[in-house]
């Protein structure tokens, strides 16, 4: 891979980065994986995903940031995320697509819970 992580590679970052790319292999494998990058502004948040967005060239990459005025809103950072997706809702397996078909005001049912 031609990437800009493999060029500047991110100093000290070795168990960051073995992580994320464990996290892109078990996706690869067909695992659901979810992980929380979060820190200070300037810790190196950015490079990390870039790193990552750079290794996972043969995935669908969506990414969304959210502002902490939208904190008071139910679903605001799914809505950023998955609403160029919903095309696909039904592709998704039946508790799936219920939650979100409910998160988006696409049908009526008790909300998902939003924690």
């Known amino acids: 891979m031609d990437t800009l992580s493999e ?3 991110l100093l000290g970052r070795q168990a960051e980065r ?3 790319d464990g996290l892109l292999a078990d996706v690869r494998s067909g695992r659901g994986r979810a992980l929380v990058l979060r820190g200070e502004a300037g810790v190196g948040k950015s490079a990390l995903l870039q790193h990552t967005v750079g290794r996972a060239a043969d995935m669908r990459v969506v990414r969304t940031v959210g502002a902490e005025s939208e904190m008071e809103l139910a679903f605001a950072g799914l809505h950023l995320l ?3 997706l919903l095309d696909r809702i039904e592709e998704l397996p039946g508790p799936q697509h ?3 078909a409910v998160a988006f005001g696409l049908r009526e049912g008790d909300a998902p819970c939003s924690a």
Do not use: K, V
Request: aromatic share 0%; hydrophobic share 50%.
């Open 98 to 100: 219920d939650a979100l």
């Open 7 to 9: 060029h500047t590679p």
């Open 82 to 84: 998955l609403a160029p």
């Open 18 to 20: 073995a992580e994320l």
